[in-house]
T-cell receptor
Framework: QQQVKQSPQSLIVQKGGISIINCAYE??????FPWYQQFPGKGPALLIA?????SEKKEGRFTISFNKSAKQFSLHIMDSQPGDSATYFC????????????FGTGTRLTIIP | DADVTQTPRNRITKTGKRIMLECSQT?????MYWYRQDPGLGLRLIYY???????NKGEISDGYSVSRQAQAKFSLSLESAIPNQTALYFC??????????????FGPGTRLTVL
């Protein structure tokens, strides 16, 4: 049972464009929603994270938009660059006492010149 | 030196063999995790440990076992490997989070092939 659904599976965006990756969750007990970035041959690394009482969080070119009522959140990459080409995973953390991460299935992003 | 190391980085083994994957960390974190990554399935939690005396099953623990030898070491064993355990395996560590979010730090991964 996939508790965090991620789409699309792959995405090709032109350099300078906006990349958008979407995730939806079912469990309302999740209390943090991080995004991880993974380059080939490397382990995932935290990119940005948001709490459910915040509708948007921005760090540089990366923004998380969060819609608590719809149980959806998305990652927006503005001015996408070839160096952003990677696999992106959304995740959700269980609340206090159950702090495991449940990951989405991943999106392979390719930025073309 | 890397904060989270995994050995071996690549391993090819045969069906029925016992294999151990090792993870060491120098971050001083109490919490350690083992995940497997499969194309189209993302990262799935196999086992996790919140301290040396604490071991918990994740969502896909069947066919796996773990040992937490010390705060810094967490090993994953496949007692009798089977081909559908062919995957990329990651170890991760984190500090206690409480009300904030403390990220999980991932090792470089072990690519395991079971023939």
């Amino acid at each position: 049972q996939q508790q965090v659904k991620q789409s699309p599976q792959s995405l090709i965006v032109q350099k300078g464009g906006i990349s958008i990756i979407n995730c939806a969750y079912e469990n309302t007990a999740f209390d943090y929603f991080p995004w991880y970035q993974q380059f080939p041959g490397k382990g995932p690394a935290l990119l940005i994270a948001i709490r459910p009482d915040v509708s948007e969080k921005k760090e540089g070119r990366f923004t998380i938009s969060f819609n608590k009522s719809a149980k959806q959140f998305s990652l927006h990459i503005m001015d996408s660059q070839p160096g952003d080409s990677a696999t992106y995973f959304c995740a959700a953390r269980g609340n206090f006492g159950n702090e495991k991460l449940t990951f989405g299935t991943g999106t392979r992003l390719t930025i073309i010149p | 030196d890397a904060d989270v190391t995994q050995t071996p980085r690549n391993r090819i083994t045969k069906t029925g063999k016992r294999i151990m994957l090792e993870c060491s960390q120098t971050k001083g974190h109490d919490r350690m995790y083992w995940y497997r990554q499969d194309p189209g399935l993302g990262l799935r939690l196999i086992y996790y440990s919140f301290d040396v005396k604490d071991i918990n099953k994740g969502e896909i623990s069947d066919g796996y076992s773990v040992s937490r030898q010390a705060q810094a070491k967490f090993s994953l064993s496949l007692e009798s490997a089977i081909p559908n355990q062919t995957a990329l395996y990651f170890c991760a560590t984190s500090d206690f989070s409480g009300s904030s979010y403390n990220e999980q730090f991932f090792g470089p991964g072990t690519r395991l092939t079971v023939l």
